[in-house]
């Protein structure tokens, strides 16, 4: 019987576990110490500004599908979610341009600063990290696209 208890237990944890992750409700902690070389927060302003200006920089975003469809997301964005296990693989789909800069996003910051660790890896010269991510593009009242209506 208590084999059993803990047995139901451990699947109740994992089921938990499953739906805090799909629900964004999880929350990873930011990768210790500086950024990357070539990885650098900029302002809100500053963000909606290259946006705006710059076609030649990409806009990627590494929240979940069901955070990019409800919430919506920044303009000219592109969905890589992070918690994909082929991440790496997905973000090579986009054809971008290592030499040119890209602006990454998520939730609040974390997830966006761990990709920009992956991204240095891989060669990317420069990767600008809005300071607060999704929630203070949200908060300072910037233009959203594509969220769902409620």
């Given at each position: ?41 900029i302002s809100i302003d500053e963000t909606d500004k290259l946006i705006r200006e ?35 693989a997905a973000l090579g789909t986009l054809k971008l341009d290592p030499a040119k ?21 891989l060669g990317f010269k420069e990767v600008l990290l809005p300071k607060g991510s ?17």
């Amino acid at each position: 019987m208590a084999m059993n208890v803990r047995l139901l237990l451990l699947t109740l944890s994992l089921v938990h576990l499953t739906i805090s992750i799909a629900g964004e409700k999880m929350t990873i902690p930011p990768p210790r110490g500086p950024l990357p070389a070539g990885a650098r927060e900029i302002s809100i302003d500053e963000t909606d500004k290259l946006i705006r200006e710059r076609s030649d920089i990409a806009v990627i975003d590494v929240r979940t599908s069901p955070e990019y469809a409800e919430q919506g997301h920044l303009p000219r964005a592109q969905l890589v979610d992070y918690f994909r296990e082929d991440f790496i693989a997905a973000l090579g789909t986009l054809k971008l341009d290592p030499a040119k800069p890209c602006i990454v996003y998520c939730a609040v910051g974390a997830r966006a600063r761990r990709v920009a660790e992956k991204m240095a890896k891989l060669g990317f010269k420069e990767v600008l990290l809005p300071k607060g991510s999704f929630k203070a593009w949200k908060d300072s009242g910037k233009q959203i696209m594509g969220a769902a209506k409620k």
